[in-house]
């Protein structure tokens, strides 16, 4: 499997529709969040995923945080096979190729609790307290680049 990396404007009709459908499958159908999906952030962002028969099976975000460009944010993270190690996979090639493409100095993120643990493996730390969003909770976290 390898790992897709496109910007908006490179992003076929197709693959948009299949990225805003396991968005909405992950997060709309699974974990019952009520949002607006389409917050135009995905005009500049950085799209990684892996497809396997046609279906985003493991998707992110990536877009810079401020206008400093030295942190880029992270979201949108999903996988919709679980336990295959999709996840893992899909960070670890992520972000080196965001640190390639973006050249940023930082990746921060806003982490559901119960995936802080994966994401310390890779190397990320906690950087806040527990807060709500979307009605789960989350911390915000992020990875430093030397």
């Known amino acids: 499997m390898k790992l897709v990396v496109k910007n908006f404007n490179q992003l076929t009709t197709g693959e948009l529709y299949e990225i805003l459908k396991s968005r909405a499958e992950i997060f709309v159908v699974e974990q ?8 135009d952030i995905d005009y500049r962002s950085l799209h990684l995923y892996f497809e396997k028969d046609r279906r985003i099976i493991a998707y992110l975000r990536a877009f810079f945080k401020d206008e400093d460009k030295e942190t880029v944010q992270i979201g949108r993270v999903l996988t919709l096979e679980h336990g295959k190690g999709y996840g893992k ?16 100095r930082k990746i921060c993120m806003d982490a559901q609790k119960y995936a802080v643990e994966f994401y310390k493996k890779l190397g990320f730390r906690v950087t806040s307290g527990e807060f709500i969003e979307e009605g789960i909770v989350h911390v915000k976290m992020e990875l430093e680049f030397c």
Not at 32 to 39: L, P
Not at 89 to 102: C, H, V
């Open 32 to 39: 019952n969040i009520v949002y607006q999906d389409m917050d």
């Open 89 to 104: 996979k899909l960070m670890e090639e992520s972000i080196p190729a965001i640190k390639k493409i973006m050249k940023c």
